[in-house]
């Protein structure tokens, strides 16, 4: 039986039966999440924090802990990034962010989506 693609990505056998290719989706094993579902994230801090100091983000999603914290890439401007990947939908976690993983910034904790969220936090 000879098969030839067709412009859906549907294979049409010569006796014009319809086989579907199998998806190209590929799930997390841990997560079940696909591909497609998921994104990254980007958490942004525009914070003046004085020469030779880092910022670091703590929270409860995305593999932060309140215990320890990790450190924001300095991007340009006073802006901090943290990216974290493979999102799911409907991710809904806190977080806050810290002079040197010490100081903690004032205020309530920030709360991020499975959107890209943007701070000005003070300390």
Request: charged share 25%.
């Amino acid at each position: 039986m000879h098969a030839s693609k067709t412009d859906n990505r549907k294979l049409v056998t010569k006796k014009g039966t319809n086989i579907k290719p199998k998806s190209n989706t590929v799930k997390n094993p841990t997560t079940g999440i696909s591909k497609q579902d998921s994104k990254t994230l980007s958490v942004i801090a525009k914070a003046n924090i004085g020469f030779g100091n880092r910022l670091y983000i703590r929270g409860d999603g995305c593999g932060l802990s309140w215990n320890k914290g990790i450190a924001m890439k300095y991007a340009n401007n006073d802006r901090w990034q943290w990216e974290c990947k493979n999102v799911p939908p409907k991710t809904n976690f806190e977080f806050k962010v810290l002079i040197n993983d010490e100081t903690w910034s004032a205020g309530e904790n920030y709360t991020a989506t499975n959107k890209n969220t943007e701070i000005c936090p003070t300390f």
